[in-house]
């Protein structure tokens, strides 16, 4: 049983930059892909960004191309979602989650593949 617990949100305005973290513990976070999804008030979860297990390979979602960067350290257990210009329509719950990836090369990016989830970090971008 894998726990990850997110922290790094928060309130900021247009074009600053944030970074999540996602603490893991329970299991051997090297055999987990880890991902990053969000979702707004009355939408469903999309997939924001995921990193394979040993932090090789990594997926983005369109929208946070060049501006977010997933990242991983297996000695600390995290992993971690640099959120740079932010706009408003980033305003978001943020979630990390953990997929039993059998492949050292799986970047999952459905929220069905994951296995394990945290509870969120509230991100709100307004001026």
């Known amino acids: 049983q894998v726990q990850l617990v997110e922290s790094g949100g928060g309130l900021v305005q247009p074009g600053d930059s944030l970074r999540l973290s996602c603490a893991a513990s329970?299991?051997?976070?090297?055999?987990?892909?880890m991902g990053w999804f969000r979702q707004a008030p009355g939408k469903e979860r999309e997939f924001v960004a995921s990193v394979n297990r040993i932090a090789a390979w990594t997926k983005y979602a369109d929208f946070v191309k060049g501006r977010f960067t997933i990242s991983r350290d297996n000695v600390k257990n995290t992993v971690y979602l640099q959120m740079n210009s932010l706009k408003p329509e980033d305003t978001a719950t943020y979630y990390c989650?953990?997929?039993?990836?059998?492949?050292?090369?799986?970047?999952?990016?459905?929220?069905?593949?994951?296995?394990?989830w945290g509870q969120g970090t509230q991100v709100t971008v307004s001026s």
């Open positions: 989650a953990a997929a039993a990836a059998a492949n050292v090369y799986d970047i999952p990016a459905l929220p069905r593949e994951y296995d394990y």
């Open positions: 329970g299991g051997a976070f090297s055999r987990y892909a």
